[in-house]
């Protein structure tokens, strides 16, 4: 008898959720709306941090563009990143004409070095941008600190780090300029695409709101309930169409609900591949420092030196299992538009490049069942005594 494939990644979505979203449908309020606004509402004050803004948008990769867009990134100006992460934390950057800088990881978080981000500055430097990758946060003491000394601004992705804290403090409210989530289908709550910036910079925050729909000074739901006359409305920039429908933002306001029963649960499933994988020759993910929280977003696993398989094979013998995975991510130093734009080469990121070759994303979502991890475990154990 063979098992049902399974899958690297689903959401879990309630029937609170869905009668939400029908709610919405038969409010017929469907784009950016009061259910969006409360999203923003509910959003900050689940942050718990005094004066924080947040701003619903249509993705993270809307998110990034607004926030580095608002703090005045433009031709000219090179923003440093890490290049083990996904093309969206990059792409932005260009979007506004400045340049990438990508620096190589710590081997031991798989997060930006901060010691290589510093060696990177140079006078054009403007900002950094930290990827919590995995959901275990980036050393944010140090980046925080070098970006002071250099005068840079920051602006976290934190598309894995939701809930993730740094020394207590939940991503989201530390002295960064802006923090970015997602709620891609995969990602750790999702309104099927989605995203919220967060900053505490007033002026930051109004640019983002205006630029998000059309540079247009008052979003749609202000322009139907305040005292101007209703279809009065003033472009003030070329902005963008980026705005959250109350679609989305209806699936986001349960979701957001259940973030730590959530991250409770990928804790335990993180524990249970952690116990299930103990004796293979594979390196288990990180930990957090004691006291904080990793979100769990990725359960990310490297072969050892001396596994007798390599990753893709190992990755086909799962799949031939009938079991879903991933890789997290192919590193931008070895994608061609990366490059070729700056004449990339692995030697230049030792560390990303080793962690690449040999790392593999297990299923891994809140709906997996202990059986599903012990299945997991299973077949990598026959895979790697091959
Ligand atoms: C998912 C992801 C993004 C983009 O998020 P979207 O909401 O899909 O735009 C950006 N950065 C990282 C690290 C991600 O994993």
């Known amino acids: 008898m063979t098992e049902p494939f399974l899958p690297f990644a689903l959401p879990e979505i309630g029937?609170?959720?869905?009668?939400?979203?029908?709610?919405?449908?038969?409010?017929?309020?469907?784009?950016?709306?009061?259910?969006?606004?409360?999203?923003?509402t509910d959003f900050a004050a689940w942050l718990g941090a005094p004066g924080l803004h947040a701003m619903a948008v249509n993705s993270a990769t809307a998110g990034l563009h607004l926030a580095l867009e608002a703090l005045g990134i433009g031709p000219g100006d090179e923003v440093i990143t890490t290049t083990h992460t996904f093309t969206a934390t990059a792409e932005v950057v260009r979007y506004l004409g400045a340049d990438v800088v990508l620096v190589d990881i710590d081997p031991a978080t798989l997060c930006i070095d901060a010691a290589a981000a510093e060696r990177a500055i140079t006078p054009r430097t403007k900002a950094l941008i930290p990827v919590h990758y995995a959901g275990l946060a980036a050393d944010m003491t140090a980046l925080l600190a070098l970006a002071q000394r250099?005068?840079?601004?920051?602006?976290?992705?934190?598309?894995?780090?939701?809930?993730?804290?740094?020394?207590?403090a939940l991503v989201g409210t530390l002295a960064s300029d802006a923090t970015v989530f997602s709620f891609y289908a995969n990602k750790t709550i999702t309104t099927g695409e989605g995203g919220m910036v967060v900053t505490r910079d007033a002026a930051l925050a109004q640019r983002i709101k205006v630029m998000r729909l059309h540079g247009i000074s008052r979003d749609a739901f202000d322009r139907f309930t305040a005292k101007v006359p209703s279809w009065y409305y003033e472009v003030v920039a070329p902005g963008?169409?980026?705005?959250?429908?109350?679609?989305?933002?209806?699936?986001?306001?349960?979701?957001?609900?259940?973030?730590?029963?959530?991250?409770?649960?990928?804790a335990e499933l993180a524990a249970a591949y952690d116990e299930a994988l103990r004796d293979l020759p594979l390196l288990r993910p990180p930990r957090p420092p004691a006291g904080d929280t990793h979100a769990w977003h990725?359960?990310?696993v490297r072969l050892a030196d001396g596994a007798r398989i390599a990753r893709d094979a190992f990755i086909e013998?799962?799949?031939?299992?009938?079991?879903g995975c991933s890789v997290h991510y192919i590193p931008l130093h070895l994608q061609p538009y990366w490059r070729e734009r700056y004449g990339l080469r692995p030697e230049q990121f030792p560390h990303s490049q080793h962690a690449y070759e040999r790392m593999l994303s297990l299923p891994f979502y809140t709906r997996m069942t202990e059986a599903d991890v012990q299945r997991v475990a299973r077949a990598a154990r026959e895979a790697l005594a091959a």
């Open 15 to 40: 029937e609170e959720e869905i009668a939400e979203v029908v709610d919405t449908l038969r409010s017929g309020w469907v784009t950016t709306g009061p259910k969006t606004r409360r999203f923003e």
């Open 150 to 168: 250099h005068g840079l601004k920051v602006v976290e992705d934190a598309a894995h780090a939701l809930p993730t804290t740094h020394r207590g």
């Open 240 to 266: 963008f169409k980026y705005n959250l429908t109350d679609i989305a933002a209806a699936l986001g306001l349960h979701q957001l609900r259940r973030a730590e029963a959530f991250q409770r649960r990928r």
């Open 298 to 300: 990725l359960y990310v």
């Open 317 to 323: 013998a799962l799949y031939a299992a009938g079991i």
